[in-house]
C-alpha cells in the first residue's frame, strides 16, 4: 500500500474536546484553540478496546492492596501478552507489540526488563486546530449535592464549574507511511507483513466515528464532522499537512477543498470526501460521501 494523507474533522458545540490542565479548551500563546494529537487518539483506542481488540496505550486500573491504581506500562503488556523474563527474545516482545491495534498504527515506546524498543508509527498526526472564528469559551457554574469534606462546620453544598466552547472546528492533518515498517518486515520475518489494507480499513472506520461513539460529560456535543482521505498514486507522493489547505467559511459552516484539489492533482489514486451533509456543505469536484451511512451524495 502506497502513503494515504488526509484531514479529520471534529465539531465541538457546548463541549470542551481537549482541555488543558487548568480546565480550559487548549490554546497556544496567542489564543488559537487546538486539539492535541491524544485528543484524537484516544476515543480511536477506547472504541478499539470496547471491540475486544487489544490495545496497549490505554489506561486500564489495578486492585493493589486495596487500593485502586492505574496498571503499569509492564502490567498493561503482561494483562494483554503474559510475562516477560531476562529470557524473553525482543523478537518475541516486538511481535506481540504490533498485535495491538494501537501500536500496529501510533507505534510505541516500549522499555521494561531490558526491552528498549521504539517503534515509529505508520499513522502520524498533526495537531488540529480550530478553524472556527467565533469560537466563545462558556464558563458554568455547578451545585454538589454534597458539603465541602475539608470543613467540618461547611454549611452550604460546592460549587464546581463546567468549561465548554459555544463552538468550535478542528481540523487534524494526517499521514499513512506503509514503509515505516519496512525495516520490521526484515527483523521478524514472516511472522511481520507490515501495515496492511486491513490495518488500514481499521484506522478508517474509527477515524469517522470514534469521537461521535466517545459520550462522557465534556465529550457529549462532540462529534466526526469530515474526513479525507488521499490514496497516493505511486511511492513518490510527499504531500504536506492538509489542514492548512482547507478554507472553512464560519458564517455559511462550508469548507472550500480547491486548495487541496490543485494540490493532489495528478498525484492521487483514489480520493474520498465524508462529511456531515446536514450541517455541513463542503465545495469539491471529489467524491462525497455521507459521514454516518458512508452512502455517496451525488
Known amino acids: 500500500m502506497n502513503r494515504v494523507y488526509g484531514v479529520i474533522g471534529i465539531k465541538a458545540k457546548m463541549a470542551n474536546w481537549n ?3 487548568t480546565g480550559r479548551p487548549k490554546s497556544t500563546s496567542n489564543g488559537d484553540i487546538f486539539g492535541s494529537d491524544k485528543a484524537l487518539k484516544y476515543p480511536m483506542k477506547k472504541m478499539w478496546e470496547n471491540e475486544g481488540k487489544k490495545v496497549l496505550f490505554i489506561k486500564s486500573w489495578k486492585d493493589e492492596k486495596g487500593s485502586i491504581v492505574p ?8 494483562l494483554l501478552f503474559g510475562e516477560i523474563t531476562d529470557k524473553t527474545p525482543t523478537t518475541e516482545v516486538m511481535q506481540n507489540l504490533f498485535k495491538a491495534t494501537d501500536v500496529k498504527n501510533f507505534g510505541a515506546t516500549f522499555a521494561e526488563k531490558k526491552q528498549n524498543i521504539s517503534i515509529t508509527g505508520a499513522v502520524q498526526f498533526g495537531q488540529g486546530f480550530n478553524k472556527f472564528d467565533d469560537t466563545n469559551i462558556e464558563i458554568q457554574d455547578i451545585l454538589s449535592p454534597f458539603a465541602d469534606s475539608t470543613k467540618e ?3 452550604q453544598s460546592t460549587l464546581g464549574t463546567k468549561i465548554t466552547v459555544d463552538e468550535a472546528h478542528y481540523f487534524y492533518g494526517f499521514s ?17 507483513q507490515g ?4 490495518d488500514y480499513a481499521e484506522f478508517k472506520k474509527v477515524a469517522l466515528v470514534s469521537a461521535t461513539s466517545y459520550s462522557t460529560n465534556s465529550k457529549v456535543g462532540c462529534e466526526n464532522e469530515f474526513a479525507l482521505f488521499v490514496e497516493c498514486k505511486n511511492d513518490e507522493c510527499y504531500l504536506p499537512d492538509l489542514s492548512d489547505y482547507i478554507l472553512f467559511d464560519s458564517q455559511n459552516r462550508s469548507i472550500d477543498l480547491s ?6 492533482k495528478d498525484k492521487y489514486a483514489k480520493v474520498e470526501v465524508f462529511y456531515n451533509p446536514f450541517k455541513l456543505d463542503v465545495k469539491t469536484s471529489l467524491n ?3 459521514i454516518f451511512t458512508q452512502e455517496s451524495i451525488a
Open 288 to 290: 462525497r460521501f455521507n
Open 153 to 155: 462546620d461547611a454549611k
Open 195 to 198: 501495515y496492511s489494507e486491513a
Open 259 to 264: 486548495q487541496v484539489e490543485e494540490l493532489i
Open 71 to 78: 496498571r503499569k506500562l509492564e502490567d498493561r503488556y503482561i
Open 176 to 192: 499513512i507511511n506503509p514503509a515505516n515498517y519496512n525495516e520490521y518486515k526484515t527483523l521478524l520475518g514472516d511472522n511481520f
Open 19 to 21: 482541555a488543558d490542565f
